[in-house]
């Protein structure tokens, strides 16, 4: 079954409409990262601020200069420490958000094949394809990283990062080369990020390996890269719309908050994944439901 794009977004809101629970994944996913956070920089606070006393020093009484030796200091004689610590929170945050992201995919598939999904099909959807996700998350993770290679001219012409950081008014040699590698750096993360956005889709809803669901996402971009970046498109561009929005009311205000985080999370994700999810079903020839056909809306979750 084939829509055209213009069709894939009118059924695919439609189909958001009618199963707005498909924001549940990504609401868990927020709450349960906020909490990792909390924890995170609490006890990073523990290791950065505790005194060879044992006692934990208040960075509020000390000033910037001192805080940031005090911090030095408690990363670098805990760096072991520090390192596991960040890197087993990155890795663990990860999977707690491949867990969610693979079951709003499996509920978005769903709502677009039979025009209704509940909450025990993000269950399953996500308990199934966890692991996989997360490795395919982690591998385009590190083409990312790739990217800092970039950096790297501009950071041997620079030499001393240290002269930068202290006086950054000076004129330093090699700055524009740093530059230059951070835009290609930001470039190269657009054109992964496009290339590769379909792949976890492919990879829930085809029930594909890691590298087979990178080899699936790449080609269809390739086949399909005008809808792809229309979609890419649309969701950066409301969430900047989101972000002006904010700060035009006011950064620090409870208005703005609410904003520039709710409506991301409970709104724009759970559509847009509705979006990516029919885009690739259509075009690979599934069989997809119409709305028209569904006069009556679910009554449960």
């Known amino acids: 079954m084939h829509e055209e794009f213009g069709t894939i977004l009118n059924r695919g809101f ?12 990504f609401i868990l996913n927020f709450l349960i990262n906020l909490i990792l956070y909390v924890l995170f920089f609490g006890l990073m606070g523990l290791l ?13 009484s000390l000033s910037d200069q001192e805080t940031f030796a005090m911090m030095w200091e408690g990363f670098y004689e805990n760096l072991a420490l520090s390192i596991c610590l960040i890197l087993g929170f990155f890795l663990f945050a990860m999977f707690v958000q491949s867990y969610f992201t693979a079951g709003a995919i499996g509920m978005a598939k769903k709502a677009s094949e039979t025009g209704d999904t509940v909450l025990s099909d993000m269950l399953a959807s996500g308990s199934k394809n966890v692991t996989r996700f997360f490795l395919a998350v982690l591998l385009i993770s590190l083409l990312l990283l790739v990217g800092i290679i970039f950096l790297v001219p501009g950071a041997l012409a620079v030499g001393n990062l240290s002269a930068l950081v202290e006086n950054p008014e000076a004129s330093v040699n090699g700055m524009t080369a740093l530059v230059i590698g951070i835009i290609l750096w930001i470039v190269h993360i657009i054109i992964v990020n496009l290339v590769f956005s379909l792949s976890t889709y492919a990879l829930v809803i085809d029930e594909l390996g890691p590298l087979e669901a990178l080899s699936a996402g790449f080609s269809f971009f390739m086949n399909n890269k005008l809808d792809v970046f229309f979609i890419w498109v649309i969701y950066i561009g409301i969430s900047l719309i989101i972000s002006f929005v904010g700060e035009f009311i006011g950064s620090g205000s409870y208005q703005a908050m609410v904003i520039t985080t709710l409506i991301p999370v409970v709104v724009l994700q759970p559509l847009v994944a509705v979006l990516w999810t029919r885009l690739y079903l259509t075009r690979n020839g599934k069989k997809l439901y119409d709305p028209s056909n569904l006069l009556s809306y679910p009554d449960n979750f």
């Open 48 to 60: 950065l601020f505790t005194s060879s006393s044992g006692s934990v020093i208040d960075p509020g």
């Open 14 to 25: 439609e189909s958001w409409v009618r199963n707005l629970n498909i924001c549940i994944p």
